[in-house]
């Protein structure tokens, strides 16, 4: 296992140097997380492999090495502990005054208080979770259990169906054809896709008793790493993966078209910006790609920057994220850390590598999974999950003493 992130007190590094700033000083970069605020507790021992934020913002869901899901409240206190936390947040004030006066790490031996648990979702799930998401009206679960797929009720937690025919473990799953608001689920949400080990995208009907699936997509030449639907600005009829064969594909299921992007390196995830100008793809050789989602009709990519060089990426299947209002990417690392990078407009991409990127150390394994709240909002709230079994939940300064309910 890479070692762990070595610091454990929040910094902004200066891209491409070795100075760097207290970030409790820097009062411009009031959206920033990077501040510790929370931990999810309750997993059995082993990694949390995935964590997801309900469509609302208010909630979100994880998943374990223990064979079980869990839904949380992120900024609530649990009651069970508040006591406690009432007593030791009184002196958490002068506690960060000592800190910047001693110039001393302590956020990652600071105790935080663990956030509110709401409800687990075991029945079905038989091998660890590395594969959920939950419908934009958060009344449903779509969790992998290896090679199978399950849908459960967020509220009453049944499960409601179950599908199988992959033939390796399934790396990512999608509710297709949703919105972001989360407002009213939309007749495509009863599609869901799964991606697999085995080179294959299955669709299936959640509308239909039959358990084979609507199409299978098998263009792929490598594991499917991830799988999503395509946004609003793309048409809800495309279907966009990415695999470890180096590709992203964009199925337009209508017009029966496919179109390559070849990025080379294999890759572990993608993500869209909210504005649907732009996807960040997450490389094994340690690079985040963003290029331009534009519709034209030849090949959408002009890479127009790259992450690199604080996240560190070889070995693990890294996420990355944009916060609400896509002005930073939220990924990842190897080492341990959380790294949020600044995004460019496509225009200034030589002078924002010259911001500070933020580096979160409180973990001490692999950090594989991040979610950021998807509320306009609220782009200043993280949680993160690693692979030494903890989750953590991230504000920024300005946020972070007041953003928990007590």
């Given amino acids: 296992m890479p070692a762990p992130f070595p610091s454990s007190k929040n910094y902004a590094y200066t891209y491409g140097s070795e100075a760097f700033e207290d970030l409790t000083e820097n009062e411009a970069r009031s959206e920033v997380p990077s501040v510790a605020v929370a931990e999810l507790k309750g997993h059995d021992e082993g990694p949390i492999h995935i964590v997801r934020f309900t469509a609302d913002g208010k909630y979100c869901v994880t998943g374990g090495n223990d064979r079980t899901v869990r839904l949380w409240n992120p900024t609530r206190i649990d009651p069970a502990h508040t006591s406690h936390f ?240 896509d002005k930073y990417l939220v990924s990842g690392s190897e080492c341990g850390a959380v790294v949020v990078y600044p995004v460019s407009d496509g225009n200034d991409a030589k002078n924002v590598n010259m911001m500070t990127t933020t580096t979160l150390a409180r973990h001490n394994g692999p950090v594989c999974s991040v979610a950021t709240c998807p509320k306009k909002n609220r782009p200043w709230l993280l949680v993160s999950a690693s692979y030494d079994g903890s989750a953590v939940v991230w504000a920024s300064k300005n946020e972070a003493d007041h953003c928990l309910e007590v």
């Avoid at 793809?281 to 604080?310: E, P, Y």
């Fill in 86 to 325: 009432r007593e030791t947040s009184s002196t958490f004030t002068s506690a960060r005054q000592n800190d910047k006066q001693q110039q001393q790490p302590s956020n990652q031996s600071k105790k935080l208080p663990p956030a509110l648990p709401i409800q687990k979702y075991a029945e079905g799930h038989v091998h660890p979770i590395h594969a959920l998401t939950l419908n934009s009206s958060s009344t449903v679960l779509l969790s992998a259990s290896d090679k199978t797929l399950l849908a459960t009720d967020l509220v009453t937690a049944q499960t409601k169906q179950k599908w199988w025919g992959h033939y390796g473990r399934i790396e990512h799953v999608a509710c297709l054809g949703g919105n972001n608001e989360g407002s009213v689920a939309s007749a495509g949400e009863d599609i869901y896709a799964s991606a697999s080990y085995d080179a294959t995208v299955r669709l299936w009907d959640a509308r239909s008793r039959s358990k084979e699936p609507l199409m299978i997509l098998e263009d792929a030449k490598d594991a499917v790493t991830c799988v999503s639907s395509g946004n609003s600005a793309l048409g809800d009829a495309q279907i966009i993966t990415s695999s470890v064969d180096g590709k992203i594909r964009t199925y337009d299921l209508r017009k029966a078209q496919l179109q390559t992007e070849d990025l080379v390196h294999p890759i572990t995830s993608f993500t869209f910006s909210n504005d649907a100008s732009c996807i960040a793809a997450s490389c094994l050789d340690g690079i985040i790609r963003l290029w331009d989602c534009t519709i034209n009709n030849h090949s959408r990519k002009r890479v127009f920057q790259k992450m690199h060089s604080f996240h560190k990426s070889g070995n693990y299947k890294l996420e990355c994220a944009f916060t609400s209002q």
